[in-house]
């Protein structure tokens, strides 16, 4: 679980922290995948770049955490969900990039697994089994003011609410 950090208990906020090149063996079901980081911690300001896992190749990052002014690039869910980031319950998506991260499950940059709140993103590149830039799980999300463009096979697969300003584009 999580190939540099993993927190299972208590919250922390990991700020301003490079993220490169980690690996975290079994998958989330097993062991908590997170190739860089399995937490229940918000993550602000971090990057993630050539980290891989089971699933969520960046990071695994538990309920009503959020991921606030991340990068994510080419990271690698090899065998589930979320080649960028695999989020649990009502976790916030704000100003982030993921570009290039790839999954074999659904979310290439993004799997949420329930009710996300995304404002501000840039997904781009990212190929997933569905969801290419964000596949959202159980109950609806929002997602506004974010631009969608290149992910393949689609860009955003779930239920989800448009808080409008959202941009696509092949």
Partial sequence: ???AIFNDGGTVVIEGCNFMNNHAIGGKEETGGGGAVHASSSLVDCYFEGNTSHSGGGCV???????IGCTFRNNIAYGGDGGGASLNWGCDV?????????????GGGVHAEDSPYVMGCYFAENTASTGGGLSIGKSAGSVGDSTFCGN???????????????????
Avoid: M, V
Avoid at 62 to 67: C, E, P, Q, T
Avoid at 152 to 170: L, M, Q, R
């Fill in 61 to 67: 990052i538990g309920s009503g955490n959020d991921l």
């Fill in 94 to 106: 704000i100003d982030c990039i993921f570009i290039g991260n790839q999954a074999t499950g659904p």
């Fill in 1 to 3: 679980r999580g190939g």
């Fill in 152 to 170: 393949d096979p689609n860009h955003i697969t779930g239920k989800w609410d448009d808080a409008e300003g959202n941009h696509f584009s092949d």
